[in-house]
């Protein structure tokens, strides 16, 4: 059995891998990441050497995040902005503002997103586009705005979170997978275009994942769902943040147009 190996099941669920250098040198923002899923990438990309910004909805969100931050990895250099990721001259400003910082872009997450549940009887068509404007409008903003940076430079990484639901659909809130179907196109289609530029463009496509959402579901729920799950139980967000880690890293150096599943290979 290979050390990693070993390593891999001593931490749990990848969690305290030894993953530190692998992104020396090297700057990220990370959208969404003041919780959740995102807030893990921000935690890794900071222990793998990357100087990271995290973008939040709101300020007050941002500064807790940073405090945190600060209290659980003392040495990670990480700023943090709120720009509304659904206009794009906001967008283009606080990236504007992050290369100036940091002084170079290498790595972008799109990670905010949100989703819903409405039978499309009672959807709104509003609600559509708010889901719309988050969930792909500022996948296309976010990408547009660091994709001139990366070019200069000779290169970057961008790493979508895409869904399981962009594969299977799901049985309400078409609103939801419908964005993340289109995560994909972005993906897919950014990838062919921005290989000339030594730019990557991967997506994760997480399953049931044990964010706050999840874990205020009664045990009893979380059982049912876990048993469809072949490996028995909901992914870690540390195991999705893991994911994108590599997709960031030079290990994934010839890894582009790819979504990758995190999902325990649920089978819906
Ligand atoms: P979460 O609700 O815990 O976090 C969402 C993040 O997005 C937060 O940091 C929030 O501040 C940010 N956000 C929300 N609205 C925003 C706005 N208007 N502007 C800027 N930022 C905004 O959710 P999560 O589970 O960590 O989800 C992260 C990503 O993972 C999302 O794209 C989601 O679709 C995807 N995902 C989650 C799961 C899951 O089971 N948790 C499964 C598949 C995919």
């Known amino acids: 059995m290979s050390s990693l190996f070993i390593e891999y099941f001593k931490g749990g669920y990848g969690k305290n891998m030894k993953i530190a250098g692998l992104l020396e040198g090297k700057t990220a923002i990370v959208t969404g990441g003041t919780r959740g899923i995102g807030y893990e990438i921000?935690?890794?990309?900071?222990?793998?050497?990357?100087?990271?910004?995290?973008?939040?909805?709101?300020?007050?969100?941002?500064?807790?995040?940073?405090?945190?931050?600060?209290?659980e990895m003392p040495e990670a250099e990480v700023m943090g902005l709120c720009p509304a990721l659904d206009k794009y001259d906001e967008v283009e400003k606080a990236i504007g503002t992050v290369k100036e910082a940091f002084g170079r872009i290498d790595i972008l997450a799109n990670n905010a997103g949100i989703s819903a549940r409405e039978s499309i009887y009672d959807y709104k068509p509003e609600?559509?586009?708010?889901?719309?404007k988050l969930n792909v409008n500022a996948v296309f903003?976010?990408?547009?705005?660091?994709?001139?940076?990366?070019k200069e430079q000779g290169g970057g990484s961008v790493i979508n979170t895409s869904s399981m639901v962009s594969i299977y659909g799901q049985p309400a809130g078409c609103g939801y997978p419908a964005s993340k179907f289109a995560v994909n196109g972005l993906t897919r289609s950014l990838a062919r275009e921005l290989g000339?530029?030594?730019?990557?463009?991967n997506a994760v496509a997480p399953g049931v994942t044990r964010t706050d959402?999840?874990?205020?579901?009664?045990?009893?729920?979380v059982a049912r769902i876990s048993a469809g799950i072949p490996l028995g139980r909901p992914g870690e967000p540390e195991e999705v943040a893991n994911t994108v880690l590599f997709l960031a890293s030079d290990l994934a150096s010839y890894v582009t147009g790819e979504i990758l599943s995190v999902d325990g290979a649920t089978q819906v």
């Open 42 to 71: 921000v935690k890794k990309f900071a222990e793998a050497g990357a100087k990271v910004a995290l973008f939040g909805s709101r300020q007050e969100t941002v500064d807790k995040a940073l405090g945190k931050l600060k209290e």
């Open 141 to 150: 903003f976010c990408t547009k705005a660091v994709a001139p940076i990366m």
């Open 127 to 132: 609600d559509f586009e708010k889901i719309m």
């Open 213 to 221: 959402m999840v874990a205020a579901l009664p045990e009893e729920m």
């Open 196 to 201: 000339k530029d030594n730019i990557r463009v």
